[in-house]
């Protein structure tokens, strides 16, 4: 485990599953609940934010040996809200549906705490290749959840996904789940599932939780809170 | 009259929380405890009225007047983060009782998307800066209300026999959509 540790196909494997950053260690969850009313605007977050992390996990990565330790969070502030900005106006120019559906949480990925997380605890420590795949890994495992949410929101609560009608004409759509509490619904039955799955997993193999970091917080409310630092504060000790 | 209708929608209607989803972080996490729920709650509304009025100030008359709108992003996020060190030290110095209480929420909130995300929205929707202000207070009003509710509805539940699988996040993401539900009675007065 310890030698493939920072392999590009490991970490993008542990983006998607092993540190799901919104199922496992609950991060970023403004731009989960807010922009997940339907399956095209998920991925277009999604996206989004994949390309902002990787492209701010490379320059905090290439810059780490110039950024002085005292401001480099004001530095990582900065190096993000470039980026934002640029893909805001990219967004505007090339996707203007999907920008004027998303509007406010476009800028407000530079808050977005994944990619603060990621650039604290991986970038700002680990070469540019690795940064990228990290990113990368990070972003489409965003993307998934976001995208799984999307489509169960779209499908229950409007009857159709990416737009094109899905459901019988019998079934009459639950608007609920395209308005706010849906989201919160939602994403609690998610949660809930992967913690089952959690606990059948560690009552057959004897699984030890604090082995993996994100095990033992996900069913632990303050995670918001600590912004999964303990995960990556394990981490550091381990390495 | 029309302020009175910004700041009912601001508070209660379009509850920050329920239902723009700003600021969830903040709310999910330090919700455990009610004390510490309104001190969170109260160091968000002192921020974020002070963030609306500097970010309206500097949008107005810096930003505007050289034609760099597009700057406001970073603009915005860099006058949050330094105002809540400002604020921080400020405290610190001269009003030690307000520090004490609420010290130690103060460096969490530069990343509460409340705060960023009212500073946008003052843009958008071309508030002046009184407007702004005013928006950016009932917001923030809205927010504790909120999660003074979700704190106390919490510490009742530690009593409760929740299924293992519920425990933790999912229950007070089910406990915020019921609170949500309830919200949306504001609207159709």
């Known amino acids: ?239 | 009259m029309n302020i009175m209708l910004l700041a009912l929608s601001a508070a209660l209607i379009n509850n920050v929380v329920l239902s723009q989803f700003l600021g969830i972080c903040a709310f999910l996490g330090v919700s455990k405890k009610s004390k510490s729920a309104i001190g969170m709650g109260f160091a968000v509304t002192f921020v974020l009225t002070l963030a609306s009025l500097v970010c309206g100030i500097i949008y107005h008359f810096l930003l505007v007047p050289f034609g760099l709108q597009y700057l406001k992003t970073i603009a915005f996020i860099l006058i949050v983060a330094a105002l809540v060190q400002f604020v921080e030290m400020f405290l610190k110095k001269f009003v030690k009782s307000l520090y004490d209480a609420l010290g130690i929420y103060l460096p969490l909130i530069t990343t509460n998307c409340a705060v960023l995300g009212v500073a946008l929205i003052n843009v958008q929707k071309d508030y002046s800066i009184f407007t702004g202000t005013v928006y950016g207070f009932f917001t923030a009003v809205g927010f504790l209300v909120a999660i003074t509710i979700l704190s106390y509805i919490r510490e009742k539940m530690e009593f409760n026999n929740v299924p293992k699988a519920f425990q933790g996040f999912p229950i007070v993401m089910i406990t915020a959509a019921l609170m949500s539900i309830a919200f949306f009675g504001f609207s159709s007065f």
Do not use: H, Q
């Open chain 1, 1 to 239: 485990m310890k030698d493939n540790k920072d392999k590009p196909l490991e970490r993008i494997w542990n983006g998607i599953y092993v540190e799901n950053p919104v199922f496992c260690l609950i991060l970023g969850m403004c731009p989960t609940l807010a922009t997940t009313t339907s399956a095209t605007n998920a991925i277009g977050m999604g996206l989004s934010t994949t390309a902002i992390l990787v492209a701010s996990n490379l320059m905090i990565s290439l810059l780490k040996g110039i950024i002085p330790n005292r401001m480099r969070i004001p530095s990582y502030i900065v190096i993000i809200a470039s980026f934002v900005t640029i893909v805001e106006f990219l967004m505007e120019g090339f996707f203007p549906s999907v920008y004027a559906s998303l509007g406010i949480y476009i800028p407000l990925i530079v808050v977005n705490c994944i990619i603060m997380g990621r650039a604290e605890a991986y970038a700002g420590k680990k070469g540019p290749v690795e940064s990228v795949f990290d990113g990368l890994g990070m972003g489409i495992g965003f993307t998934l959840a976001l995208l799984l949410i999307g489509s169960v929101r779209e499908i229950v609560g409007a009857g159709t996904w990416f737009g094109a009608k899905i459901t019988p004409a019998i079934y009459e759509p639950v608007n609920l789940f395209i308005l706010a509490p849906g989201a919160f619904l939602v994403m609690a039955f998610f949660v809930a599932i992967m913690n089952k799955l959690k606990i059948g997993a560690a009552r057959r193999t004897d699984w030890d939780p604090t082995e993996n970091g994100c095990a033992d917080c996900s069913s632990c409310a303050k995670l918001g809170f600590c912004g999964g630092k303990p995960a990556a504060a394990e981490e550091e000790v381990k390495a």
